[in-house]
C-alpha cells in the first residue's frame, strides 16, 4: 500500500484501532518532514477517533488545502488500522497552519515547499481523483483481506468438517453396538458438544421408542442451558410432542417463541425417524461466536445435525431390528427348552435351573454380563440332543445297559448338529457338546481334560450335576443340598474343575429353591 500511495504522491500514516496511536510516516518524501509536527499527528488523531467509527470514511480537510484519505484495514473482518493518505493543494503552502507546522518539525517552509513542489506537485493535488484512486487501492487491500479472511474461514471449515466427519464416523461405530442405548445417545450428545459451537444439545425420544427402555421419555442434554432442563423439557414437549410435521422448520429464531424463545437463540430442530414415524427430536442452540455473522447457524452445521439425527433414526432401527431377532432367539431357545421337557417329565425345568446355576457360577467368577448370557443360554439348551435319545431310554429307571448308556452319551453330539447351523448359537455350542466332560478326562463325547475343556462346559458340568442330584428321580429321591455340595467339593479335582467346584459350593440357593418350587406346582411332581 506504501508503494501505491507513493506513486499517487500521497504520504501515509497509520492509526491503531485499538490504541487510536498514530504511526508515523516511515517515508514523507523530500521536503515532508513538517508532516511529522505534533499538531500534524494531533490532526490525524482527531480525525482517526471519527473515521474509526465509520464503515466507508470519507476524504476530508483536516487542514485548510491539506486533505485526508482514509481507509480501513481489516483482518478477519474487524478493523485494525486506518491507513490515512495526506496530500496538499496548491493553496495550503500559503496558509499559516503549513509554515507552523514546518517550523514547529525545524523545516525551513521555503525547502519544504520546494521539496514538496516535486513530490506531490503544489497545485497539482487532484482530491476526486486521488479520493477515487485511494479508493481503489483500498478496496484492492480490502479484496486482499477479503481472500486471506476467505482463507482463513475456508481452512477453519476444513478443520470443522473433518472434526464433524471425523465425529460422525465415531458415532456411527458406536451405534454398532446396540446393548447400551440408554448410555450411547448421552455419550453422542457429549462427543458433540466440543466439535460444534452450540452450548447445548439435547435428544429426547418420545413414548413411541418403545425399544429404547431407559431413555423413552426422557431428555437427554449436554452442554449448559440458559433455563432450568424441567422447563426445557416441558416446552421441548409442548412443541415438538412427538408429531410428525410435514412442514417441518428446520432452524427456529427466538421470535417464533416455544423453545427458541426459552432459550433467546436459534434453534436447530431436527426429527428422529424410524419407518415414517417420528421417535425422538434433536436440537441444538445458543451458538457460540465472536459476530452476529459467527452466531449464525451455519449450512454446514445443519447438514451435520441433520446427519447425526438420521443416525440416531438408524440407530433406534437397529435397535428395534435387535430387540425383535433376540425376541425370535429367546422364543426358539423355549420352544427346544420345552420339547425336552416334554420327553421326561421328571427333569421338567432341569435346564432352567441348570442355566440359572451356571450363570450365577459365571458371574461369581467375574466373566464378563455377555458371557454370563451365553453361559446361560448354553444351559437352556444343553441337553437338547436328548430329543434325539428314544424316549424309553431316556425315562428307564432301572440300570442302563452299555448300549443304553451309549445311546445317552450320544445326546451332547446330537445337541451339536441341531444348533451349530444358528449362527447366534455358535458361542453356546462348547457348552452343549462339553457338560459331561470331566476334569480327569474321564467323561464324554471326547474325554477331554483339564483346561483343555472350555470353560463353559466345565461350569455347565456343576450346574448339572448339582440340579441332578438335587431333583427327585423315578428311581430316588432328591438329595439334600448339603449333601450334594459335599459331594461336589468331594469332586473336585476329578470329575470338576478344581477352580470352580470351591466357588460353586459358596453360591446362594435361594433362587434356585424358589425356581425349584415353581417347577413343581407345574408339574405336579416332587423335585
Ligand atoms: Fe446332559
Redesign the pocket.
Known amino acids: 500500500m506504501a508503494d501505491d500511495c507513493r506513486e499517487l504522491r500521497l504520504a501515509l500514516w497509520y492509526v491503531d484501532a485499538q490504541t487510536s496511536g498514530v504511526i508515523e510516516p516511515a517515508d514523507v518524501g523530500p521536503g515532508g518532514q513538517w508532516l511529522r509536527s505534533a499538531s500534524q499527528r494531533d490532526q490525524i488523531e482527531h480525525h482517526a477517533k471519527g473515521w474509526l467509527s465509520e464503515a466507508q470514511p470519507k476524504p476530508c480537510q483536516i487542514q485548510p488545502g491539506c486533505w485526508a484519505f482514509p481507509a480501513l484495514a481489516l483482518r478477519n473482518r474487524r478493523v485494525t488500522a486506518v491507513i490515512v493518505g495526506v496530500t496538499l493543494e496548491a493553496s495550503a503552502f500559503d496558509q499559516p497552519w503549513f509554515g507552523a507546522s514546518c517550523r514547529e518539525a525545524g523545516v525551513d517552509p521555503a525547502s519544504a515547499r520546494s521539496g514538496l513542489a516535486t513530490y506531490t506537485g503544489p497545485g497539482k493535488a487532484d482530491v476526486p481523483l486521488l479520493s477515487a484512486a485511494l479508493r481503489q487501492i483500498e478496496r484492492d487491500h480490502a479484496q486482499t483481506d477479503l481472500d486471506a479472511v476467505a482463507i482463513d474461514q475456508f481452512s477453519e471449515q476444513l478443520l470443522d468438517s473433518y472434526e464433524q466427519t471425523n465425529l460422525l464416523f465415531r458415532l456411527a461405530r458406536a451405534m454398532n453396538g446396540l446393548d447400551n442405548p440408554e448410555d450411547l445417545i448421552p455419550t453422542c450428545c457429549n462427543q458433540m458438544l466440543p466439535v460444534l459451537p452450540f452450548k447445548w444439545i439435547a435428544v429426547k425420544f418420545w413414548d413411541n421408542a418403545r425399544d429404547l427402555k431407559g431413555l423413552t421419555n426422557r431428555l437427554v442434554v449436554a452442554g449448559d442451558l440458559p433455563c432450568t432442563t424441567e422447563t426445557f423439557h416441558g416446552a421441548v414437549t409442548e412443541q415438538f410432542g412427538g408429531r410428525r410435521q410435514q412442514d417441518w422448520t428446520r432452524l427456529l429464531d427466538p421470535s417464533s417463541g416455544g423453545v427458541p424463545e426459552l432459550v433467546g437463540s436459534e434453534v436447530v430442530v431436527d426429527q428422529i425417524i424410524h419407518d415414517d414415524e417420528v421417535v425422538g427430536v434433536l436440537l441444538a442452540g445458543n451458538k457460540v461466536g465472536n459476530s452476529p455473522m459467527e452466531s449464525d447457524v451455519s449450512s454446514g452445521e445443519m447438514l451435520f445435525l441433520e446427519a447425526t439425527s438420521n443416525l440416531m433414526g438408524v440407530f433406534h432401527e437397529n435397535i428395534a431390528r435387535f430387540t425383535e431377532q433376540r425376541e425370535l432367539f429367546t422364543g426358539t431357545v423355549r420352544a427346544l427348552t420345552s420339547s425336552i421337557d416334554a420327553k421326561d417329565e421328571y427333569t421338567r425345568g432341569h435346564s432352567e435351573r441348570v442355566a440359572y446355576l451356571g450363570a450365577r457360577l459365571a458371574q461369581a467368577l467375574g466373566l464378563d454380563a455377555q458371557i454370563v448370557e451365553q453361559v446361560h443360554t448354553a444351559g437352556l439348551v444343553?441337553?437338547v440332543?436328548?430329543i434325539g435319545i428314544p424316549e424309553d431310554v431316556l425315562r428307564k429307571t432301572g440300570r442302563l445297559t452299555d448300549e443304553e448308556f451309549g445311546q445317552?452319551k450320544r445326546?451332547?453330539g446330537i445337541?451339536y448338529e441341531i444348533l451349530k447351523g444358528i449362527p447366534a448359537m455358535k458361542p453356546m455350542l462348547p457348552g452343549v457338546l462339553y457338560?459331561?466332560e470331566r476334569w480327569d478326562g474321564n467323561g464324554y463325547p471326547e474325554k477331554l481334560k483339564g483346561e483343555g475343556i472350555p470353560l463353559i462346559g466345565r461350569i455347565l458340568a456343576c450346574a448339572?450335576t448339582f440340579d441332578a442330584m438335587s431333583s427327585t428321580r423315578s428311581y430316588r429321591p432328591a438329595l439334600p443340598h448339603q449333601a450334594v455340595l459335599d459331594e461336589i467339593t468331594r469332586c473336585a479335582g476329578t470329575q470338576f474343575d478344581p477352580r470352580l467346584a470351591p466357588l460353586f459350593v459358596t453360591l446362594n440357593f435361594d433362587g434356585y429353591d424358589q425356581m425349584v418350587q415353581e417347577h413343581q406346582a407345574l408339574s405336579g411332581f416332587a423335585a
Do not use: M, W
Open positions: 444343553h441337553d440332543g436328548k445317552i445326546h451332547p445337541g457338560h459331561h448339572d
